[in-house]
């Protein structure tokens, strides 16, 4: 049987790994993390039927997903920076499942239950990928391992070691930088915070700035805080993430012209601070097929987070999976087929992730979002 090694376990790298064993093909995952546990999985996903849960169903995970899935996630609350509502959506018990949010955590967990032991080859961080005869690659891990393949597939994310064999695409900066910060247990450690934000998305848009809010299944609110500015704005806005303590207090200052509800937000937030630099690759990124290797998920094409990479992550995972599964003797020739499908697909949600990410960062974000988010009556 061919070796085919994955890098990367982020949901697209996992979701093929568990595709690919419910067909009888084992595949190795190398993670450069050191354990499952060596990172917190942050943050809130919305999974769509026709990409994420679907891809889920093909992975035979849809009862673990119907477990995780969190209806009341898909709750809208929009605000502009004064605190007037300007649109309000709560879920009703009985709405179908459009777009739960599930953890970031929880998803890793069952994808990861999912695997047969030793899936996953963690502490293994890609440092190169050499090219041998005959579309075969040579692994070069930190610590100076190697392992031999005969399908490589780069799952390893926004900066891919092995997208350089395919493309020299790189992701170019977004004017955007999101910082985030959050307060741990928030029904009990501040239920009159709890009452404003709600079960779901809350934002708030004001000029050059926004703050959303999302409770996880932890109990943890996820504060985000997103600034325009150039690609060095980190470095050069004066605020000293190195210190959340002073940092915090400069991002408060930031917001002091907006409603005492969002600064009462900044002030609860604990001293948990780290700061994200967007990007995202062209539009409609694709490459003339190299023999032995292919992308999916980030590594492929990278978003602005519109609520579409994830998804489109898992689907790849998964429709890579079932591609391979249909030829398993020919994985190259299997791997430049699911390679003709993916770039349509994923040309189409980064045109959407694009537009949306266009309206986020506009003046008037708010009301352009209500107008999206809106049913149309
Ligand atoms: C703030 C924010 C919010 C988002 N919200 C959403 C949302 O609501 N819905 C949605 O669909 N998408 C969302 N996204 C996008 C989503 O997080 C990504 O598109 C998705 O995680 C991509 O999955 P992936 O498997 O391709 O890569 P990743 O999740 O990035 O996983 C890559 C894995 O590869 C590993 N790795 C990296 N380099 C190496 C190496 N050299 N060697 C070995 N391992 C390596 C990493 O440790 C990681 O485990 C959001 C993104 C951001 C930044």
Same mark, same amino acid.
């Given at each position: 049987?061919?070796?085919?090694?994955?890098?990367?376990?982020?949901?697209?790298?996992?979701?093929?790994?568990?595709?690919?064993?419910?067909?009888?093909?084992?595949?190795?995952?190398?993670?450069?993390?050191?354990?499952?546990?060596?990172?917190?999985?942050?943050?809130?996903?919305?999974?769509?039927?026709?990409?994420?849960?679907?891809?889920?169903?093909?992975?035979?995970?849809?009862?673990?997903?119907?477990?995780?899935?969190?209806?009341?996630?898909?709750?809208?609350?929009?605000?502009?920076?004064?605190?007037?509502?300007?649109?309000?959506?709560?879920?009703?018990?009985?709405? @179908?499942? %459009?777009? #739960?949010?599930?953890? *970031? &955590?929880? $998803? /890793?967990?069952?994808?990861?239950?999912?695997?047969?032991?030793?899936?996953?080859?963690?502490?293994?961080?890609?440092?190169?990928?050499?090219?041998?005869?005959?579309?075969?690659?040579?692994?070069?891990?930190?610590?100076?391992?190697?392992?031999?393949?005969?399908?490589?597939?780069?799952?390893?994310?926004?900066?891919?070691?092995?997208?350089?064999?395919?493309?020299?695409?790189?992701?170019?900066?977004?004017?955007?930088?999101?910082?985030?910060?959050?307060?741990?247990?928030?029904?009990?450690?501040?239920?009159?915070?709890?009452?404003?934000?709600?079960?779901?998305?809350?934002?708030?848009?004001?000029?050059?700035?926004?703050?959303?809010?999302?409770?996880?299944?932890?109990?943890?609110?996820?504060?985000?805080?997103?600034?325009?500015?150039?690609?060095?704005?980190?470095?050069?806005?004066?605020? @000293?993430? %190195?210190? #959340?303590?002073?940092? *915090? &207090?400069? $991002? /408060?200052?930031?917001?002091?012209?907006?409603?005492?509800?969002?600064?009462?937000?900044?002030?609860?937030?604990?001293?948990?601070?780290?700061?994200?630099?967007?990007?995202?690759?062209?539009?409609?990124?694709?490459?003339?097929?190299?023999?032995?290797?292919?992308?999916?998920?980030?590594?492929?094409?990278?978003?602005?987070?519109?609520?579409?990479?994830?998804?489109?992550?898992?689907?790849?995972?998964?429709?890579?999976?079932?591609?391979?599964?249909?030829?398993?003797?020919?994985?190259?020739?299997?791997?430049?087929?699911?390679?003709?499908?993916?770039?349509?697909?994923?040309?189409?949600?980064?045109?959407?992730?694009?537009?949306?990410?266009?309206?986020?960062?506009?003046?008037?974000?708010?009301?352009?979002?209500?107008?999206?988010?809106?049913?149309?009556?």
């Amino acid at each position: 049987m061919p070796r085919i090694a994955i890098v990367g376990a982020g949901p697209g790298g996992l979701v093929l790994a568990r595709v690919l064993h419910m067909h009888g093909i084992e595949a190795v995952v190398y993670e450069r993390e050191a354990s499952p546990a060596a990172r917190i999985q942050g943050g809130m996903l919305d999974l769509h039927p026709d990409s994420g849960q679907r891809a889920l169903r093909e992975a035979g995970l849809e009862a673990e997903f119907l477990a995780i899935a969190r209806r009341e996630g898909q709750d809208h609350r929009l605000l502009d920076h004064t605190g007037a509502v300007l649109l309000r959506q709560d879920t009703p018990d009985d709405a @179908p499942l %459009d777009r #739960p949010e599930v953890d *970031r &955590a929880d $998803l /890793r967990t069952i994808l990861l239950g999912s695997l047969p032991p030793g899936a996953v080859a963690w502490g293994h961080g890609l440092q190169r990928a050499e090219p041998l005869p005959g579309g075969r690659h040579r692994l070069h891990f930190t610590g100076g391992r190697t392992a031999e393949c005969d399908l490589l597939v780069g799952a390893d994310g926004a900066n891919s070691r092995v997208r350089p064999l395919v493309t020299d695409a790189r992701p170019a900066p977004l004017g955007a930088h999101v910082v985030e910060l959050g307060i741990p247990d928030l029904a009990h450690a501040r239920p009159d915070l709890a009452a404003r934000v709600g079960r779901g998305n809350y934002w708030a848009f004001g000029p050059g700035r926004s703050l959303s809010a999302q409770l996880n299944g932890d109990g943890r609110l996820r504060v985000y805080l997103t600034f325009q500015g150039a690609e060095d704005w980190p470095a050069t806005c004066g605020i @000293p993430f %190195d210190d #959340p303590v002073r940092a *915090r &207090a400069r $991002l /408060r200052e930031q917001f002091a012209d907006w409603a005492a509800e969002f600064t009462d937000l900044i002030d609860a937030c604990d001293d948990t601070l780290a700061v994200r630099s967007l990007s995202a690759l062209p539009v409609g990124l694709t490459w003339a097929h190299v023999p032995g290797v292919t992308l999916l998920g980030d590594a492929a094409h990278l978003m602005p987070p519109a609520g579409e990479g994830a998804n489109a992550a898992l689907l790849d995972g998964a429709e890579l999976g079932l591609t391979l599964a249909a030829d398993p003797y020919a994985p190259d020739a299997a791997a430049h087929r699911y390679e003709r499908a993916m770039f349509p697909r994923a040309e189409a949600a980064a045109r959407l992730s694009a537009r949306i990410h266009d309206i986020l960062m506009s003046p008037d974000a708010a009301r352009q979002l209500v107008a999206v988010l809106q049913p149309a009556r």
